[in-house]
């Protein structure tokens, strides 16, 4: 595992290469998972910090819809970073289907088969539930609660047939960590209330 120094130059030589509010909100999803993790009281939160930033590191090769989850499992793998890697991999899919990308599928058969093999066979750690949660609760300023990024990312991209089950699936994940923690996550993040006015447009 990456140290968090090293994590941390990683995902700042990724936003120089491609710069945009992606490494904004890897730096929000590792802080929130952070202060989660911590709470649990059974998970590292150095851990889960490093694999808040590097999560969507494949947006590092350029402007992409799922190809980005490939690009950053192959650089993980490259450096020999096999736990970052998979997190790259299932950090947008709570319910393992490959089928639920929302976005453009700009990926080959070939990665699309390998990640539906992957996620059938992959059994998720609590660091994986753990990114998918911040990943949907982390705005590039903040957390904020997970509705409203839910409708954000629903007037970007629109409503595929999965969107219900995916919601269901994400609030399951809060619902679980919640019962780790517990208290309502919420409690832990700073600026919760004030990302989640209702400003979206």
Same mark, same amino acid.
């Given at each position: 595992?990456?140290?968090? +120094?090293?994590?941390?130059?990683?995902?700042?030589? &990724?936003?120089?290469?491609?710069? &945009?509010?992606?490494? %904004?909100?890897?730096?929000?999803?590792?802080?929130?998972?952070?202060?989660?993790?911590?709470?649990?009281?059974?998970?590292?939160?150095? %851990?889960?910090?490093?694999?808040?930033? @590097? #999560?969507?590191?494949?947006?590092?090769?350029?402007?992409?819809?799922?190809? #980005?989850?490939? /690009?950053?499992?192959?650089? @993980?793998?490259?450096?020999?970073?096999?736990? =970052?890697?998979? *997190?790259?991999?299932?950090?947008?899919?709570?319910?393992?289907?490959?089928?639920?990308?929302?976005?453009?599928?700009?990926?080959?058969?070939? %990665?699309?088969?390998?990640?539906?093999?992957?996620? $059938?066979?992959?059994?998720?750690?609590?660091?994986?539930? =753990?990114? %998918?949660?911040?990943?949907?609760?982390?705005?590039?300023?903040?957390?904020? *609660?997970?509705?409203?990024?839910?409708? /954000?990312?629903?007037?970007? #991209? &629109?409503?595929?047939?999965?969107?219900?089950?995916?919601?269901?699936?994400? @609030?399951?994940?809060?619902? #679980?960590?919640?019962?780790?923690? $517990?208290?309502?996550?919420?409690?832990?993040?700073?600026?919760?209330?004030?990302?989640?006015?209702?400003? +979206? *447009?």
């Amino acid at each position: 595992m990456l140290k968090i +120094l090293e994590a941390q130059k990683e995902l700042e030589k &990724g936003g120089s290469l491609c710069p &945009g509010p992606w490494e %904004q909100h890897s730096k929000s999803v590792a802080q929130n998972a952070m202060l989660i993790a911590e709470q649990t009281k059974i998970m590292d939160k150095e %851990q889960a910090y490093v694999m808040g930033l @590097m #999560h969507d590191i494949g947006r590092r090769a350029g402007s992409k819809g799922i190809r #980005h989850i490939f /690009d950053g499992y192959d650089y @993980m793998m490259s450096i020999g970073q096999e736990e =970052l890697a998979h *997190i790259c991999l299932t950090h947008s899919f709570p319910n393992k289907d490959a089928n639920t990308y929302i976005g453009k599928y700009d990926c080959t058969a070939e %990665q699309k088969h390998f990640l539906e093999n992957f996620l $059938v066979n992959k059994v998720y750690s609590e660091y994986d539930l =753990l990114i %998918q949660l911040c990943d949907a609760i982390s705005l590039p300023n903040g957390a904020c *609660i997970m509705e409203k990024r839910l409708i /954000d990312v629903a007037l970007r #991209h &629109g409503l595929p047939d999965f969107t219900i089950d995916k919601w269901k699936a994400f @609030m399951m994940l809060k619902k #679980h960590f919640d019962e780790l923690c $517990v208290c309502n996550i919420y409690t832990l993040l700073p600026n919760v209330l004030e990302n989640s006015s209702v400003n +979206l *447009i």
